[in-house]
Structure formats: structure tokens, C-alpha cells
């Protein structure tokens, strides 16, 4: 089994950072991609940003050149650095991470269970 354990969300006010972090844990083979959405209240989960192993970092329109996303190969885990805030990030933030899993060698997509991000004065 694969978990993933999100951490990092809370309130900040308009332009201040945040870092969240997303750590895989368990029977991983490889990792494929690893990834951060966003959804906000009445709105459809929306990607942010993700690293595809071996690739360059893809960013939505909305937070490039704010954000940055990283890997920690050898700890499985995701890091998405957000800087200039604006109260329209406000979200809930989910890790989401495609792997080869053991014993199946199987893919999996896994979903973190959310980090609420608050962008407000």
C-alpha cells in the first residue's frame, strides 16, 4: 500500500509564502509523476503544477513565476513553494502521485486528503 501525507496549508495574507510538502510512503517500485491541484469552493479541481520524472516542472498559466514546485527523489516527496499570494489561490490543495506500486507492478494514482490554503486580510 501507498500513502501520502500532505502538510503545510494555513492562513496567510495577500503576498505572503507558504510551502507545502507531499511525502510518498510504502510499496513504490517508481515514481512517474508526482503533482499538486487545487479546488476551490464551487469550482472544479484544477492542476497546478507537476514534475514528470526525468522532466521539467509544468505550471499552470495562473501561478507561473509564483510558484515552484521541487522533488525529493530520495525521500518520494513534493514540495510546491508559493510565493505573492493572492486571496484568489485560496483552495484546498491536493498532492496527487502516479506510481508503480509493489507486488502488482501495477500503476496507481493516489490523491492526498487535502491541505486548505486561506489567502485573506
Known amino acids: 500500500q501507498v500513502q501520502l501525507v500532505e502538510s503545510g496549508g494555513g492562513l496567510v495574507q495577500p503576498g505572503g509564502s507558504l510551502r507545502l510538502s507531499c511525502a510518498a510512503s510504502?510499496?513504490?517500485?517508481?515514481?512517474?509523476?508526482m503533482g499538486w491541484y487545487r479546488q476551490a469552493p464551487g469550482k472544479q479541481r484544477e492542476l497546478v503544477a507537476n514534475?514528470?520524472?526525468?522532466?521539467?516542472?509544468n505550471y499552470a498559466d495562473f501561478v507561473r513565476g509564483r510558484f515552484t514546485i521541487s522533488r525529493d527523489n530520495a525521500k518520494n516527496t513534493v514540495y510546491l513553494q508559493m510565493n505573492s499570494l493572492k486571496p484568489e489561490d485560496t483552495a484546498v490543495y491536493y498532492c496527487?502521485?502516479?506510481?508503480?506500486?509493489?507486488?502488482?507492478?501495477?500503476?496507481?494514482?493516489?490523491w492526498g486528503q487535502g491541505t486548505l490554503v486561506t489567502v485573506s486580510s
Open positions: 496527487n502521485v502516479n506510481s508503480v506500486v509493489l507486488p502488482t507492478y501495477r500503476h496507481q494514482e493516489l
Open positions: 510504502g510499496s513504490i517500485l517508481r515514481i512517474n509523476a
Open positions: 514534475i514528470i520524472t526525468g522532466g521539467a516542472p
